[in-house]
């Protein structure tokens, strides 16, 4: 019986790992609170619907500058201070 070869722990993915992985909890709670507050967006008829586009962008876009901003100063608890 051949021998196995040493089992590998694969690689935490980017969105994982420092601040991508604070991006991506700030998006996504954005996109939850989008849907949370106007469940009608996943309707067909409000995907189809330009205002449901522009009020994810607009809430994700808020979010992300809002955490680059207490990134910078040191409030985010983000591992690094320079952006």
């Known amino acids: 019986m051949p021998k196995r070869g040493k089992h590998l722990k694969p690689e935490k993915p980017l969105y994982?790992?420092?601040?991508?992985?604070?991006?991506w909890r700030v998006v996504d709670g954005a996109v939850?609170?989008?849907?949370?507050?106007?469940?009608?967006?996943?309707?067909h008829k409000g995907s189809r619907n330009q205002?449901?586009?522009?009020s994810v962008v607009k809430r994700?876009?808020?979010?992300?500058l809002s955490y680059l901003?207490?990134?910078?100063?040191?409030r985010s608890g983000?591992?690094?201070r320079r952006l």
């Open 16 to 23: 994982l790992k420092g601040h991508a992985r604070q991006i």
């Open 32 to 43: 939850l609170d989008a849907f949370k507050n106007h469940p009608d967006y996943l309707t």
């Open 51 to 54: 205002t449901a586009r522009r």
């Open 60 to 64: 994700v876009t808020g979010s992300v």
């Open 69 to 74: 901003v207490q990134a910078k100063w040191g």
């Open 78 to 80: 983000a591992s690094c």
